[in-house]
């Protein structure tokens, strides 16, 4: 079996290679990302890729976009409040649940905050 030219190149650079993906600029200047690449950063169709340029060479890194109606979760504020949330909730310091929406009231009325 024929060692493919890229690997050739790849190696006379001494890097370590374990099977690199090579992929082709087609028209348009469009790539295909290899299944196996798509997988493991859980990359799908629509998504969106930031290249940045780092020693020479080209990086893709996934981006996530936030919708500006959910921007506030991601706050530090927000986010603090889940963490306090996360450990009354692991301590047991919680109301509920109730059997009915007058139980509940009554519940939320003489709660200690």
């Not at 990302?33 to 990086?59: A, H, N, Q, T, W």
């Not at 530090?76 to 649940?97: C, R, S, T």
């Amino acid at each position: 079996m024929a060692v493919p030219w890229y690997y050739e190149i790849v190696k006379l650079k001494n890097m370590e290679v374990k099977n690199m993906p090579l992929v082709k600029v087609k028209k348009y200047c469009q790539i295909t990302l290899p299944s196996i690449i798509r997988k493991k950063f859980r990359i799908d169709e629509g998504d969106y890729l930031e290249i940045e340029e780092k020693d020479g060479s080209m990086v893709l890194k996934p981006v996530k976009l936030v919708h500006p109606d959910q921007a506030y979760f991601y706050t530090e504020e927000w986010q603090k409040g889940e963490v306090q949330a996360d450990k009354e909730i692991a301590k047991g310091d919680v109301l509920g649940p109730f059997k009915n929406l007058k139980s509940g009231l009554k519940a939320l009325k003489t709660a200690k905050v």
